[in-house]
């Protein structure tokens, strides 16, 4: 047993650990006690495997970002014990969580593998299983001493994907999540073929750091043909907001009504900050390609090109939380810092 290779489990909650209660017949989360009874295989991995269990564990709709602390600062305080990282959430927010993760976790050298499982660990056809185990595998594996990838990552089904290019988008398929704009990192086959021409190598070496101040006073609005100014006008003009996610049509297009540009420069004047994102499953913003995106330009609207809204309204709550000036917010909110956009 390779002994100085070890790899920590961090079990938030989510169905991979879930039992049917004997009472009410309802999901419930139990103890992460149960995932190693029901994953035996767990033993014959090469290498260390230690877990730790949130307490309480939780379903992913409950995760906020006190999760994400908890969950960056197990990883800080555990950072030179363990080769990698895998952490077990619920499906519903992981894509949210991974994005986080990955502003929050700035110098990251290993891998942090998200994974959970659209069945109960315990159900005989779980996905449970075959995620944790390559999940591991993953997380440990190494060439030349380094870790192949060294990024905050979902694994699920047999696809590896830069978590801040996900999307929850099946409650149905064991495939739950897709990476509209970026190909996986690795697919799982009999062997695990790593993309390494995508994956992120650090280049300069710098002492993790977490962000763990979240600025929680974001909105996200999402345009219809026929919202009313009513409606914009409430959200923008709620007391104490820093920023939207304007999800927009195509390739970021939106109403050219004289009121709501009004109501978006207006909130922008005031020192708010709006990220344009398509509400398209794929593709990307390009503001100024039509005249319904021109107006958004000279209202001081920045593009957040091919940001999913879960990357877009992480990076602004990690970014805002910072405490930097909005001008440097902004400049940050049109680069790529992670790997997040094209
Ligand atoms: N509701 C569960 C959760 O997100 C679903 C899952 O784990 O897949 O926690």
Redo the contacts with the bound molecule.
């Keep these: 047993m390779e002994k100085n290779r070890s790899i920590l489990l961090i079990y938030t909650?989510?169905?991979?650990g879930?039992v049917n209660d004997p009472v009410s017949g309802a999901l419930v989360p139990i103890d992460f006690r149960h995932v190693s009874a029901q994953v035996p295989e767990l033993r014959r991995f090469g290498f260390n495997i230690e877990s730790m269990t949130f307490d309480p564990v939780?379903?992913?709709?409950d995760v906020s970002p006190d999760t994400w602390c908890s969950i960056a600062n197990t990883i800080k305080g555990n950072y030179a014990r363990y080769e990698g990282f895998v952490v077990l959430h619920?499906?519903?927010?992981?894509s949210y969580s991974a994005s986080a993760l990955s502003f929050m976790l700035q110098g990251l050298e290993k891998p942090v593998i998200f994974t959970?499982?659209?069945l109960p660990i315990g159900v005989l056809r779980t996905d449970g299983k075959e995620n944790l185990l390559t999940a591991i595998e993953i997380a440990a594996a190494l060439e030349d001493g380094l870790p192949v990838v060294p990024e905050v990552c979902i694994f699920f089904e047999n696809r590896l994907f830069r978590g801040n290019r996900t999307v929850k988008y099946s409650a149905e398929h064991f495939n739950a999540f897709v990476s509209p704009n970026l190909p996986p990192l690795a697919e799982a086959g009999l062997q695990i073929r790593y993309n390494r021409s995508i994956i992120r190598y650090p280049t300069i070496r710098r002492p993790l750091e977490v962000y763990c101040n979240i600025e929680t006073a974001v909105a996200v609005l999402r345009l219809f043909p026929g919202i009313g100014r009513a409606t914009v006008h409430a959200l923008l003009a709620q007391a104490g907001l820093k920023g939207i996610i304007l999800e927009t049509y195509g390739t970021g297009n939106a109403p050219m009504s004289g009121w709501f540009l009004e109501e978006l420069r207006s909130f922008i004047s005031g020192g708010g900050i709006v990220l344009n994102v398509t509400q398209c499953q794929a593709g990307s913003v390009e503001m100024g390609l039509y005249e319904t995106s021109a107006g958004l330009i000279s209202a001081g609207v920045i593009s957040g090109r091919d940001l999913t809204t879960e990357a877009a309204v992480t990076k602004m709550m990690v970014l805002l939380g910072r405490g930097l000036p909005e001008s440097k917010v902004s400049n940050l909110l049109s680069r790529s810092l992670c790997g997040e956009m094209s």
């Design positions: 909650g989510g169905t991979i879930m939780i379903d992913s709709s619920g499906t519903d927010t992981m959970g499982s659209q």
